[in-house]
């Protein structure tokens, strides 16, 4: 019999902690606050927020580099955050100014920044997982170790798109990690409708591919089990297809109202499965960090909103000559 | 959510019984034999009816967890689980049982099994003795362990005859802390169990059914034994196979998996060929399931303090090297504190409490669930009513 070796421990240290906290809670005023000033009429174009499952992105990326690629959904102001993109320019973006990260042409649905590897949100549901894909193909041909993640939903799982990723990533053994955000609603129907009983995970192993679910509220788990896939893409060792389970706190899109959840569903959420909560009890109960400073980065995060936000509002417009601009690459 | 009901009628032509179906729901004390075993049986309700409701949970949780990736452990899938409760309510029915009443199971389970029933059709039906009621409990669903203990206690509250868990050790724990002196049939769907057993789930059915309308037999049930983990202001918890103490603080994804961090083990029973940690006791001094007494391991924290070191299973595809400082033999009733430190502390497998410094924490091995031997109602049942009746 061979020992197999296991992977080092990934303990995480107090920095580690409070980054974590810092990106969640960044995400919740960000998404909080955009669902407030949407209602002003001021921002242009569609928002999709990502309240209630700041989990996921934060455990997921805070574990990837710079040169990592996450390919995001319409949802994707939580995985800009995660992914470190600018939340001054995100905000700014998304009110259609010209300091925006894609100078205003983008919007929430297009907040991009290569830099930082985040591919995009993206407003074709199912358009992400092809895009990782060809992340993970130029990582195999430059044979580097870099990672690419796709994020979908339980409704964009149902699309081709997403179903031939997977049989891609598995036949070209590419160095991608699905993560279905299964919120239990596209747009406002359920899994009981819009599937017949699927076990989500099964269509990775489907492809040949390995499955694996977990909480999507609890940060701690869903860290454990993307760096577990990371790790394994890192290595050479494929894909994977994880589904994190969670619930959005607001709507579809913001101006939808939400007719189709129970009664006191989302302040049930609110109260008992809050990722922030969780994740604040568990570290202040075990000791490592003084609730004196969870409450200084939820400050400090509330300030920083409303500098982005004041700084949008104040921002000048894309001038009419700037039509042309962004709209070519040149080799 | 919608819930399947089948007209049930209660006479029947059985596969294995030429009698008629009155017959067959009437209990004729006469015929059981006397009790032979030199074990006085337990003493529950036992509750003999003709109306008897077995209760049904299947975890669609169970088996998906990170072993999946670290391990090599297959996924189990919940069409494979639907499929496993529609044999359970073949042999349910066969056995006489009329009602069952089933947890709503998510992802896929529940959907996969109406499709099943659905799909039955009035040949294959006619073949066999009719399927039990299956009714599903209307409960909310939170895709926690809460789930399964609602259901348990629902269960348990509507007067049922026994239970049938298809889960792993977690969710037989959870059914455990519910389901008092209720008989639990366990059968596997988890990764490397050492509570519940592989098993066909059609003769794990009839032999459910048999006890639900009390042909048990003194064999027919076992009691299990627990391990009992108490702190001050908390509600105590329990484990059926292991308690394992680990320097890792944060419950994350659950599963126990790193070895290196591993401070402390007690477990019910020492198998050496199971997987998993109690394997690891199992292979420093083998305990028989039933013997009334239980194992309490402390891990070598520096190379000095090693006394043997153990090459164990812990997880499919996972074998690895513990350094064990000693062990002792651990006696029921018996309160041990554990030792001090900041750390988490696993309920067989899995890691549910977090602990730190010095948390006054002990562990005790105590009576646990009823657990249903299929073999032993099974053997009892052959060659005596209502299994077979002689017609000479």
């Not at chain 1, 302040?267 to 609730?291: H, K, N, Q, W, Y």
Request: with cysteine; hydrophobic share 40%; aromatic share 4%.
């Amino acid at each position: 019999m061979s020992a197999v070796e296991t992977p080092a421990s990934s303990e995480l240290t107090r920095d580690e902690l409070l980054d974590a906290y810092r990106v969640m809670r960044t995400i919740r005023e960000f998404e909080e606050r955009v669902h407030l000033e949407f209602a002003t009429g001021e921002i242009p174009g569609f928002v999709h927020l990502y309240a209630g499952e700041e989990a996921i992105a934060a455990g997921v990326c805070l574990l990837l580099r710079d040169d990592d690629y996450v390919a995001s959904t319409h949802r994707g102001h939580g995985h800009a955050i995660a992914k470190g993109c600018d939340v001054k320019g995100m905000m700014a973006e998304i009110y259609g100014k010209k300091t925006g990260l894609c100078h205003g042409k983008g919007g929430s649905m297009h907040i991009a920044d290569l830099s930082r590897g985040m591919l995009g949100a993206n407003g074709i549901v199912g358009g992400g997982p092809p895009l990782a894909c060809g992340v993970g193909l130029n990582a195999r041909v430059r044979q580097s170790d870099q990672v690419a993640v796709s994020f979908t939903g339980d409704g964009g799982s149902n699309q081709g798109t997403f179903l031939e990723s997977l049989n891609l990533a598995a036949a070209w053994h590419l160095p991608v990690v699905f993560v279905i955000e299964n919120n239990g609603y596209a747009e406002s129907t359920s899994p009981n409708f819009h599937q017949a009983g699927v076990d989500l995970i099964k269509r990775g192993e489907g492809c040949g591919l390995p499955g694996i679910s977990v909480d999507g509220f609890d940060f701690f788990a869903v860290r454990e089990v993307a760096s577990e896939a990371i790790a394994r893409a890192r290595a050479g060792g494929g894909a994977t297809l994880i589904e994190c389970k969670a619930s959005r706190y607001f709507g579809h899109f913001e101006g939808d109202q939400q007719t189709y959840r129970a009664p006191g569903e989302v302040e049930e959420l609110r109260r008992t499965r809050d990722c922030l909560l969780a994740f604040a009890g568990r570290v202040t109960s075990a000791g490592a960090i003084d609730p004196g400073e969870l409450e200084a980065i939820d400050e400090q995060t509330r300030a920083l909103i409303d500098e982005a936000v004041a700084e949008a509002k104040a921002a000048p417009e894309p001038d009419p000559s700037d039509v042309g601009t962004d709209v070519y690459v040149s080799y | 959510m919608r819930r399947k009901r089948r007209a049930c009628a209660c006479r029947s032509v059985a596969i294995f019984t030429a009698t008629t179906g009155s017959r067959f729901l009437c209990l004729d004390p006469g015929v059981l034999p006397a009790a032979t075993s030199a074990q006085p049986p337990p003493a529950y309700p036992l509750r003999v009816s003709a109306d008897a409701c077995v209760g049904i949970v299947a975890n669609p949780a169970s088996g998906r967890d990170i072993r999946r990736l670290v391990a090599g452990a297959s996924v189990f899938g919940n069409a494979d689980k639907a499929g496993m409760v529609f044999r359970l309510l073949a042999g349910l029915g066969a056995a006489g049982v009329p009602r069952t009443l089933m947890m709503p199971a998510g992802d896929g389970l529940s959907s996969a099994l109406r499709r099943q029933l659905a799909g039955r059709t009035a040949r294959d039906a006619s073949m066999g003795a009719p399927f039990p009621a299956l009714h599903e409990l209307d409960m909310p669903i939170t895709s926690t362990a809460a789930d399964s203990q609602r259901a348990v206690e629902r269960m348990c509250a509507e007067g049922v005859a026994a239970i049938v868990v298809l889960g792993g050790d977690g969710t037989h724990r959870v059914v455990a802390k519910a389901c008092g002196d209720v008989p639990i049939c366990a059968l596997s769907t988890g990764t490397n169990n050492v509570f519940p057993e592989m098993r066909e789930t059609t003769v794990a059915g009839i032999a459910t059914g048999l006890v639900a309308l009390g042909h048990a037999g003194p064999d027919g049930l076992r009691r299990e034994p627990v391990l009992v983990v108490e702190r001050p202001g908390a509600e105590p918890d329990l484990a059926l196979v292991d308690v394992a103490v680990t320097s890792e603080r944060f419950v994350g994804a659950r599963a126990l998996w790193r070895v290196d961090a591993l401070r402390e083990l007690f477990v019910t029973v020492a198998d050496p060929s199971a997987v998993g940690l109690s394997s690891l006791a199992g292979l420093l001094s083998p305990l028989a399931r039933g013997g009334g007494k239980g194992l309490h391991v402390r891990m070598a924290s520096d190379p000095g303090e090693s006394r043997v070191v153990v090459q164990v299973a812990l997880a499919p595809g996972l074998v690895t090297k513990v350094a064990v400082a000693d062990f002792e033999t651990l006696d029921p009733g018996v309160p041990v504190r554990l030792g001090a430190g900041d750390g988490s502390v696993a309920l067989d497998g899995e890691r549910e409490i977090e602990c730190h410094g010095h948390d006054r924490i002990t562990v005790r091995l105590a009576d646990g669930p009823l657990r249903i031997d299929v073999d032993a109602v099974m053997k009892r049942a052959a060659g005596t009513p209502p299994t077979c009746v002689d017609l000479s």
